[in-house]
């Protein structure tokens, strides 16, 4: 299974990019799709993650900012992000994991893709 995360690059702040997520080899739809980011010196971050059913959590930073969707009938994931902020600035991680009697579970990491959001 390969996760192939696309999207990522140069931007001015308060401008938008949008990021994809396809995961590869997976005959069975993951249950959850997440993005995460880590910027250099910080621990790997929530941003937002996506159940089947639809059920959205964003992180505090990025609500009203960045959606995420999804196709559910694929295994894959978007995130569109608005009015980005240099803090914004980080490698952006998907993962596809689990969700099941409201608790998640990480799963597979796919590579990175660079954001960097100057001022």
């Known amino acids: 299974v390969q996760l192939q995360a696309s999207g990522g690059g140069l931007v001015q702040a308060g401008g938008s990019l949008k990021l994809s997520c396809e995961v590869f080899?997976?005959?069975?739809?993951?249950?959850?799709m997440s993005w995460y980011r880590q910027s250099p010196g910080k621990e790997r971050e929530l941003v937002a993650d996506i159940t089947y059913r639809g059920k959205i959590d964003y992180a505090d930073p990025v609500k009203g900012r960045f959606t995420i969707s999804r196709d559910l009938t694929k295994n894959e994931a978007d995130l569109q992000m608005s009015d980005l902020k240099p803090e914004d600035t980080a490698v952006y991680y998907c993962?596809?994991?689990?969700?099941?009697?409201?608790?998640?579970?990480?799963?597979?990491w796919g590579r990175g893709t660079l954001v960097t959001v100057s001022s």
């Open positions: 080899g997976s005959p069975n739809i993951y249950s959850l």
């Open positions: 993962n596809a994991g689990d969700y099941g009697a409201g608790e998640k579970v990480l799963g597979q």
